[in-house]
């Protein structure tokens, strides 16, 4: 029977939604100096892909120590899964397809030793987790480690009490011909390194009471206004949106309301009357986000702010 011990810390990740934290201690162990050299990379990729990049940093700890594991110690025998953040053999066509999608180029397993490479792609993983898990991170991270199948059998087998059964995930694999498999207690081991040194600036949106999924650009704050991609905002509330290149200009439009917004300038449009907003539009990896409280109310939505678990609430009027 596995113990979950207390919460030893203070330090909470700021958007987390459903298992217990506080019985798990956090924040217990330090990041090595060849983590904390990747922050940056931690970072933009928790940015852009909707994951604390503490929790990255956490990752990556665990996984490597920051090391671009190759080889077993013999230096000879290939390890499955390769780089700073552990990315195994299986991804190998998963891999190829998300950098031909956001490069140009399919990656190759090779390009797991490149972190600048290997670590957005786990954000990705994991950003995708945590979606399909409600934005637990527990889930998120158990699911890292045992993959998405193991766990979700488990989680159908024992319900809220998952936790407890982690240590009999051999019993949920088939043809599995070990004694044990994967690490029961991964989300134990990769918290005890969480902190909330890497300023985290990503939110989370729910339309009519439904979790919003954003594919290759999350929400982010920004001096206190949530941006989201443009295209998603048309998307999500049924407007027309287009873009005027050469005048930077985003227009949405929705049963003839028409809102402008330019990026580099912080006025905006509705319906020809001008508006001075706090944030304006702006482009960020090759995506234009827009003010998301501006538009959505602009186009009849109501739109409630919860800074607790760092999302904003939007219900048709």
């Known amino acids: 029977m596995i113990s979950v011990s207390v919460n030893a810390m203070a330090a909470q990740i700021p958007d987390h939604n459903g298992t217990d934290l506080s019985q798990f201690a956090i924040g217990t162990k330090k990041l090595n100096k060849a983590v904390k050299s990747y922050s940056d990379l931690f970072k933009s990729a928790g940015d852009q892909y909707g994951v604390d990049p503490n929790i990255l940093a956490s990752v990556c700890m665990q996984e490597s120590s920051g090391i671009n594991y190759q ?5 000879v025998t290939p390890r499955p899964a390769w780089g700073i953040m552990q990315i195994e053999d299986t991804n190998e066509k998963a891999f190829a397809k998300f950098g031909l999608d956001r490069t140009g180029t399919a990656w190759t397993l090779e390009d797991r030793l490149v972190p600048a490479k290997a670590i957005p792609y786990a954000a990705y993983l994991l950003s995708e987790a945590l979606y399909r898990y409600d934005y637990d991170y527990i889930k998120m991270l158990q699911s890292y480690n045992f993959g998405q199948t193991v766990l979700d059998r488990i989680i159908a087998a024992k319900g809220d009490d998952w936790l407890l059964e982690r240590v009999n995930a051999k019993d949920y694999v088939q043809n599995w011909p070990y004694k044990s498999y994967g690490d029961p207690l991964y989300p134990e081991h990769v918290l005890a390194y969480y902190t909330n040194d890497i300023e985290y600036v990503g939110a989370k949106v729910t339309l009519n009471g439904k979790l919003v999924k954003f594919d290759d650009q999350y929400p982010i704050i ?34 003839g309301k028409e809102i402008l917004l330019f990026t580099g300038t912080n ?45 904003v609430e939007l219900n048709s009027k």
């Open 71 to 75: 080889y077993y110690s013999d230096g």
């Open 222 to 255: 920004e001096n206190g206004t949530t941006l989201i991609p443009i295209r998603k905002v048309g998307e999500m509330l049924g407007a027309t949106v287009w873009w005027e290149q050469d005048k930077g200009a985003a227009h949405i439009n929705k049963n």
């Open 267 to 311: 006025t905006a449009y509705i319906a020809g009357r001008e508006y001075l907003l706090n944030v304006g539009a702006k482009v960020e990896n090759g995506r234009t986000l827009a003010p998301l409280r501006f538009v959505a109310e602009a186009l009849d939505m109501d739109v409630t702010w919860h800074g607790e678990t760092r999302m």
